[in-house]
Structures are given as structure tokens and as C-alpha cells.
């Protein structure tokens, strides 16, 4: 699976983006999940840091898994949408103009 370069919830470009996955892998052996393909499984999206922290902090795993399994999910959460939307307007403070890496 090949990183992207922008946060898929803030949109911000990212060099040190890390992967969510939208089945957490804390629940991949219960019940619900161990039928499903390794693909599913495995699906996620590249958020920044930030962004990680924010869905990790307003959803446990099993809600993550089955209420938020998709972008589209992830965004339908009140605390989550709300943030993405700030999120996009402030950016990060690697991603000011102007400084140097």
C-alpha cells in the first residue's frame, strides 16, 4: 500500500503520515470480524498525526469499527467532522510558510 501525501481528513500535506486502520487491529479476532478478507481487514487511510490522535480520542475501537469504517464515517461523527473542518482551516506548524524542515 502505497503513502500518500495529504492528511485524508484535514487535506493538509504531511510528510510523516501514519495509517489508520478503519477496522482497528484490536478488534480484528472478535466474533464480528474474523470472517471478513484480509483486504477489509487491512483498508485504511493515511491521516496526519494530528488528525490520528483526534479520531483515536473521540471513538473507541469497536465504534471505530462499526460505526466509523470509512471516511465518509469518520467525518459523520460529530466531534470528528467538527475537528476535520478546523483542522483544514489551521495549519499544522510544519506547514507554515516559510520554515524550513
Known sequence: MAAATHCALCTHPDPGLTFH?????????????RDLDANTLQSGLWLCRRCHKMVHRSADHLTLATAHRSLDGLLAHPGIGRYAAWARAHPQPHQRPGRAD
Do not use: A, G, N
Open 21 to 33: 486502520h478503519l477496522i482497528p487491529k484490536r478488534v480484528h479476532k472478535r466474533r464480528r470480524f
